[in-house]
């Protein structure tokens, strides 16, 4: 068999053309296709605005930014996920704090999160970052009243989650990153993600001011709009009015988010697939404690399974060219985390749940082939 990753892009001829075809115009950054792709992203998840950013990370810094996050901005966010979700409140020299997650979903949970907020003083902590884990979405209505009793914001980190959704009160389908709880989102198409530029990131919004001030940081803090100018010496005149970054991202990468979004459905529809063949195939195994299983509304970024020898697991599947990975070593145990003041112990469930979970091969053009090959060895392993 040749060597299965866990995840992967899948680039068409399509995609192809609309990136050549775009390296032969007249712009290779910031020209159509990035309000092209934009528009058309904001469409597809039902927000108002969508601004594309270099990265994932550079979105969440922005969004960071947007929310005047300094020295004495407290954060919480999950301890499983990729540090970038974290790591943005430091950029701004906030603080983060880390509460546990949910055993079933793997997501942060609601009253550990509520707990933490009680256990400081009134006005202590300015905002939450929830994030979407392997495409499960959470339940942002929950988060957002939490959100308003204690006057926070929300960032909703939905890199995982295009296409994902959970249900509100009202029974309405809810998209990941839609901004209806949030105040922002942000989404990456890094390779392995949904949708594929490169690199490349979007937030999203529904907030004209926190919108405009993207626009602004995304370049150097630079306007040339004639309504916003303070003074105006001529046609070549610009004004750096706050101190931003160069996060932009390229025409010819918008071009293939362009064509990659048109099949995100599709890529959704056969990760559903894939995901319901996994849970068929384990769910009278003893030797799965868990799985990501058949959730209504997962994205399936990742799938999940917790067994007990996961290093073990995880080293035969490797001898047989089959590529898993551990998603995520808890942030809060990093070392930089740690001369921050954590440590090993803060987050049982968090700690337990990396113990024992590996990521499973999941994207699109997994062939049946593969996935029964994958999941033969599994059985295999863990019946032996
Ligand atoms: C949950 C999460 N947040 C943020 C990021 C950062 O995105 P990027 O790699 O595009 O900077 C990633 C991507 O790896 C991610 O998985």
């Known amino acids: 068999m040749k060597p299965i990753p866990y995840g992967r892009q899948n680039i068409t001829e399509k995609d192809i053309k609309a990136v050549t075809e775009t390296l032969q115009s ?25 601004v594309a950013i270099s990265n994932g990370t550079a979105a969440l810094h922005l969004c960071a930014m947007a929310l005047d996050v300094n020295t004495n901005t407290n954060v919480i966010t999950t301890p499983i996920t990729f540090s970038a979700s974290a790591n943005c409140i430091r950029y701004c020299g906030g603080n983060v704090y880390f509460a546990d997650i949910n055993p079933d979903t793997f997501t942060l949970d609601l009253a550990k999160v509520e707990a933490l907020i009680n256990s400081k003083p009134k006005g202590f902590f300015k905002g939450i970052i929830p994030v979407d884990f392997a495409g499960h979405a959470v ?10 009793k204690y006057n926070l914001w929300i960032i909703e980190d939905a890199c995982h989650a295009p296409g994902g959704y959970f249900t509100d009160s009202s029974g309405k389908k809810q998209l990941c990153g839609n901004s209806n709880f949030a105040d922002m989102a942000i989404f990456s198409f890094h390779p392995v993600k949904h949708i594929a530029c490169g690199e490349g990131g979007m937030i999203t919004t529904n907030n004209e001011e926190l919108y405009k001030k993207l626009l602004l940081y995304r370049t150097h803090g630079i306007t040339k709009n004639p309504e916003l100018l303070i003074e105006n010496h001529g046609g070549w005149y610009y004004e750096m009015q706050e101190l931003g970054y ?7 990468q918008a071009a293939l988010g362009i064509t990659q979004l048109e099949r995100a459905d599709e890529g959704l529809k056969r990760r559903k697939e894939i995901a319901k063949n996994y849970y068929e195939a384990f769910r009278n195994e003893k030797g799965i404690i868990k ?18 020898n996961r290093k073990g697991l995880y080293d035969f599947l490797r001898s047989k060219n089959v590529f898993c990975q551990v998603h995520y070593i808890p942030v809060h145990t990093m070392p930089y985390y740690k001369k921050l003041g954590n440590k090993a112990g803060d987050f049982p469930v968090a700690e337990d749940y990396y113990e024992k979970c590996l990521s499973l091969p999941m994207y699109p053009t997994l062939t049946p082939d593969e996935q029964n090959y994958v999941i033969e060895n599994i059985i295999n392993f863990i019946n032996n």
């Open 246 to 252: 160069n996060y932009r991202l390229t025409d010819f």
């Open 139 to 148: 339940n942002l209505e929950a988060f957002k009243k939490l959100a308003d």
């Open 291 to 308: 799985q990501s299983g058949v959730v209504d509304g997962h994205a399936y970024h990742l799938y999940i399974i917790e067994v007990e």
């Open 26 to 50: 007249d712009f290779l950054t910031q020209g159509p296709k990035i309000e092209e792709f934009e528009k058309a992203f904001a469409k597809y998840i039902g927000c108002k605005y969508a």
